[in-house]
């Protein structure tokens, strides 16, 4: 569970959502990841959460999807994804106006980002590994 190296290396041009623990925070944050040096970097948070034991719940991927459009409505709409922790899946829904919300809402512009996000919440104490034994990202 260490902070994964950000040096720019010009072969990895990748840019993958992923997820790094930050210890001063206890917290797994999400980043861009390069393609390389993959020590400390997390696919999907819940991983990250498990792995490090980190206080982190589900945060938005417990809210009710953004501007879920209602019957009749007429202006703009765009196909997002939620969260539903009922089915423990991402699912796709229409959003009404605009707006970047991802990572402040529980709406995702695609469904891998909604499940490296999301995926995997609840997390209970017994799933959670001690730090000690945590630390080698996927």
């Not at 501007?67 to 765009?78: A, L, V």
């Not at 995926?119 to 959670?128: C, L, R």
């Amino acid at each position: 569970c260490q902070k994964p190296l950000g040096e720019y290396e010009p072969r990895c041009g990748s840019k993958l959502h992923r997820y790094y623990y930050d210890r001063e925070t206890n917290y797994c944050h999400p980043f861009l990841w390069s393609g390389c040096l993959p020590s400390g970097v997390y696919e999907k948070r819940s991983d990250c959460v498990k792995s490090c034991d980190a206080d982190q719940g589900p945060g938005v991927c417990s809210l009710q999807p953004y501007r879920d459009c209602k019957r009749n409505y007429d202006g703009r709409q765009k196909d997002q994804y939620f969260y539903n922790q009922e089915s423990g899946t991402c699912e796709k829904y229409k959003m009404c106006g605009v707006g970047d919300v991802e990572f402040n809402q529980n709406s995702f512009t695609t469904f891998t980002l909604c499940s490296t996000h999301c995926s995997g919440y609840p997390i209970t104490a017994e799933m959670t590994k001690p730090k000690e034994q945590g630390g080698q990202g996927s």
